[in-house]
Nanobody, 118 residues
Framework: VQLQASGGGMVYPGGSLRLSCTASETIIGLYMMRWFRQAPGKQREFVASILSTDYTTYADAVKGRFAVSSNLANNTIFLQMNRLEPDDTAVYFC?????????????WGQGTQVTVSS
């Protein structure tokens, strides 16, 4: 299974971007999809998650500005990012987590660069 992330780019502060992440095939047992980000010189951090039940959670830094959604019929998740700030600059990674008898299995996308700058 491969995850393909897209939608990154460069925007001014206050702008918006919509990221997408699509799996190459349906993942049996998929139950959690997440977005992470990694800024230069920093550790990768959690951004948002959505369960197969559509329950969502967000990091405090993005609450009220970002929205995660999914279209599992197309094996795709989205991250709508509004009111972007320079601190949102990072490489954004998607993650799909599959339930398995041996423990959860994680699939990662390759990352897409988001740059917020004036």
């Amino acid at each position: 299974v491969q995850l393909q992330a897209s939608g990154g780019g460069m925007v001014y502060p206050g702008g918006s971007l919509r990221l997408s992440c699509t799996a190459s095939e349906t993942i049996i047992g998929l139950y959690m999809m997440r977005w992470f980000r990694q800024a230069p010189g920093k550790q990768r951090e959690f951004v948002a998650s959505i369960l197969s039940t559509d329950y969502t959670t967000y990091a405090d830094a993005v609450k009220g500005r970002f929205a995660v959604s999914s279209n599992l019929a197309n094996n795709t998740i989205f991250l709508q990012m509004n009111r972007l700030e320079p601190d949102d600059t990072a490489v954004y990674f998607c993650n799909f987590r599959q339930a398995d008898v041996g423990g959860p299995v994680d699939f990662w996308g390759q990352g897409t660069q988001v740059t917020v700058s004036s």
